[in-house]
């Protein structure tokens, strides 16, 4: 999800021309980036099971697509961990690089994504006791992450890194989403625990961390609407990332839902029929405004795709963004009952599939080829631009 080199340019690597790249060149230049893979596969396994229509083998394909984004993330944890150790310097330039850095985002709700996929269809294969302890370990873990990269990337941005006027993109909103997905997969945690203060207090926290991802993402969002309007798009891979927009907004409407559910376990009933009652009350108005973003950053993104836009990690924006419009329109379909909304969330995870194979073919094939691994573009800012005048 962040820029990188696209592999339309294998020249630029060290080992070009190779079938497969080095293990050097795999860990060279391996960036945050990366765990948006994760994201973007663990939440087709998870929209699958919150899904309000079924199929035959849906369920089974939901178990299949969450053993995979299980794997990769074991895969990406000793990967990157090896990255650090074997090239610290590139490592720590990652988190003072402008645009890279935001991306440090992704791992936290990697972590988010993998352990509400175990309580969700995990527990089929390894048994609630262990889908639930695994659950606990991922969403402390990257609670944790998430909290600390939404007070240190904006801390960074006010204080070090260099702004362009016109330097607002998707990529602002990764690291103050991920306490979003730490209230919406935590909704999950709280039927699990032992009645009494600490299960309100969950729940409670929850809302809080509701509060502070949804006020910075409205701000960002309002950042990223005034330089469109004002400067347009780049024109390059990075135009994807406007899918991010759609993030925070479907995961709000995912964790209203979910938390206004889970209310009855923790609170008192009139406490609870009112948290329930906000779960529409707040989800239906921003699922309006996300159905607007979503013909915005089609109509941009086509737009692009048409002008040569190569392939990039950036792609991967097509799908956790989505797949969260797709679980909070879930939400709305059974708060409300509405078939409109059982009939969304069914069309809209279709999309959410086609955009998955699609980016996964395309990076499995980048990786191939090595030209995934290339280093991260300069510092320097991206230009936006617009069309001339007619």
Excluded at 62 to 73: C, E, G, N, R, S
Excluded at 78 to 89: F, K, Q, Y
Excluded at 276 to 281: E, G, S
Excluded at 317 to 322: E, N, W
């Amino acid at each position: 999800m962040a820029p990188t080199t696209p592999d339309a340019n294998p020249a630029a690597l060290p080992d070009a021309g190779t079938a497969t790249p080095s293990p050097r060149a795999v860990l060279g230049n391996l960036g945050p980036n990366w765990f948006a893979s994760v994201m973007g596969t663990g939440i087709v396994a998870n929209a699958a099971a919150s899904l309000p229509v079924h199929v035959p083998g849906q369920r089974v394909f939901a178990q299949v697509v969450w053993v995979i984004a299980a794997l990769l993330l074991v895969a990406l944890v000793v990967t990157v961990g090896a990255h650090w150790i074997r090239h610290p310097t590139v490592a720590r330039t990652h988190a003072r690089n402008p645009q890279m850095a935001h991306f440090y985002g992704a791992a936290p709700m990697a972590l988010l994504t993998v352990g509400a996929g175990a309580v969700l269809v995990g527990r089929d294969l390894i048994g609630e006791r262990l889908a639930v302890d695994l659950d606990w370990i991922l969403w402390s873990a990257g609670t944790l992450g998430g909290l600390f990269t939404a007070l240190t990337i904006p801390y960074l941005m006010f204080t070090q890194y260099s702004v362009e006027p016109d330097a607002a993109f998707g990529g602002w909103l990764m690291p103050v989403v991920p306490p979003m997905v730490s209230a919406a997969t935590g909704a999950l945690l709280i039927p699990h625990m032992v009645p009494g203060t600490g299960r309100e207090t969950m729940l409670y926290g929850c809302y809080a961390m509701f509060g502070l991802s949804l006020v910075a993402s409205l701000i960002i969002i309002t950042l990223i609407w005034s330089r469109l309007a004002y400067y347009g798009t780049s024109g390059t891979a990075r135009v994807p990332t406007l899918w991010i927009v759609l993030g925070p907004l479907g995961q709000s409407i995912t964790a209203a839902g979910l938390l206004g559910t889970a209310a009855a376990h923790a609170v008192a009933p009139e406490i609870a029929s009112g948290m329930n009652v906000f779960a529409i009350l707040f989800g239906v108005p921003v699922w309006g405004f996300a159905v607007l973003w979503i013909g915005l950053a089609t109509s941009l993104t086509v737009r692009t795709l048409r002008r040569g836009m190569p392939f990039a990690l950036t792609w991967w924006s097509l799908t956790f963004p989505v797949g969260t419009f797709v679980t909070g329109t879930s939400q709305l379909a059974l708060h409300t009952g509405l078939p409109a909304f059982k009939i969304a969330a069914a069309v809209a995870y279709i999309g959410l599939l086609g955009t998955w194979l699609l980016v996964a073919v395309r990076t499995a094939r980048g990786s191939f080829r090595g030209s995934l691994f290339a280093a991260p573009p300069p510092a320097g800012p991206v230009k936006a631009k617009k069309d001339a005048a007619m």
